[in-house]
């Protein structure tokens, strides 16, 4: 197997700092921006990535062969061009890793931002079809959401402790923090949590990272104590993995009697966070997975960093952190399958998981 080299092109070396302080500029569009941000996301993919090394080994002679057929088409490479040719080049990388992306953000029409306009149907929401029944949508763990999930649940949770069903619909979640639904587990907890923890890559593009949202004033607090925390262990670790938890588990003083019966609702808009919920939720003996298919498989790597390439019209996503399970418990490659699958039929997913609910002995 050939490796790809880790050293920047010629071009790119001139971008680091750039790509040091995050990635994002003012300046108009540059000559040859194409070239720029293939050179851009050459650097960050190489050096930053945290599932490099593992999709080098799976298929390193694809890889190369491919850098080099994308590195000579973009001498003829347009704005409209651009895009497609540089996910083409990602796309080794991104088959098992569906957190690697690369994407040109759409104009956002005006008036079209339905938090501007008072209405956000990402909001979690509770509901009571009927006296023994709670059905808790969870459409986003997205760090933003956390306070409204936890008001939810504390404004009702007198009604949930004295409700025999409860079904939790993370169907459309796309993930976020794990923090974020910290207050939803109690409600379903019967036995202790194994989690398999995380090995952050130590680049000096994540370094970056760690440092920024230690000085960022709109870092939650406790993320910003967690990373002021580990940042001098990060500083002695450069150029290799650093773990972040090793597998332990999570263990709570109770368990409530009611509900006594909990549906997880998914299906394959569940991502990433979300996935690492129904995990924690499937040690308990309260909880089935119910769905139509199994989740997206957006596990094994995450911890994501963002950048704007040079151009200021493309972004890029990558994973900054993989799971212990790897190399021997993938994920991505098949997501989590439910434990009850709802039929073809079916047409009300959720109807369907109440209905099931009760008819749990």
């Known amino acids: 197997m050939t490796p790809l ?17 995050g990635g994002t500029i003012q300046a108009q569009r540059p000559a040859g921006s194409c070239g720029l941000d293939f050179d851009s996301t050459y650097v960050v993919i190489t050096r930053d990535y945290a599932g490099y090394q593992d999709r080098l080994r799976e ?5 190369t062969a491919l850098t080099d057929s994308v590195r000579a088409a973009l001498v003829e490479a347009s704005d409209s061009t651009c895009t497609p040719l540089l996910q083409r080049w990602i796309a080794p990388f991104a088959e098992h890793d569906h957190h690697l992306q690369l ?13 501007a306009s008072g209405e956000d149907r990402r909001r979690p929401s509770l509901e009571f079809p009927d006296d023994s029944t709670a059905v808790l949508t ?3 763990f997205a760090e933003r959401y956390k306070p409204a999930i936890d008001s939810l649940i504390a404004s009702h949770r007198g009604r949930l402790l004295a409700t025999p069903y409860l079904v939790v619909d ?12 910290a207050e939803v587990v109690p409600l379903l907890y019967t036995d202790p949590i194994a989690r398999d923890g995380m090995e952050f890559w130590v680049s000096e593009g994540n370094l970056a990272m760690a440092r920024a949202m230690v000085d960022d004033p709109r870092t939650p607090p406790g993320m910003k104590a967690e990373a002021a925390r580990l940042l001098p262990q990060l500083e002695r ?4 993995f650093f773990s972040m938890g090793a597998i332990d588990s999570l263990k709570l003083d109770t368990v409530y009697a009611l509900p006594r019966a909990v549906v997880v609702l998914t299906g394959r808009g569940c991502a990433s966070s979300c996935e690492q919920f129904v995990l924690d939720a499937m040690h308990s003996k309260k909880v089935t ?12 790597y995450g911890n994501i960093r963002t950048i704007t390439l040079p151009s200021g019209i493309r972004r890029l996503a990558y994973a900054t952190s993989r799971s212990h399970r790897l190399p021997e418990r993938p994920m991505d490659y098949t997501g989590i399958v439910p434990q009850v699958l709802i039929p073809r039929e ?3 997913g959720l109807a369907f998981a109440i209905r099931y609910l009760k008819s749990r002995k």
């Open 103 to 115: 994407w040109q953000p759409r104009p956002e029409a005006a008036g079209q931002d339905a938090r």
């Open 346 to 348: 079916e047409t009300d």
């Open 170 to 181: 993370v169907r459309r979640n796309g993930g976020g923090a794990t923090r974020a639904y």
């Open 289 to 300: 997975v119910v769905g139509t298919e199994h989740t997206a498989g957006f596990l094994d």
């Open 138 to 140: 969870l459409p986003d």
């Open 59 to 63: 298929n390193g002679p694809r890889i």
């Open 237 to 240: 670790s450069l150029g290799r």
């Open 5 to 21: 080299s880790r050293a920047p092109l010629p071009r790119a070396a001139a971008l680091a700092a750039y790509l040091l302080v």
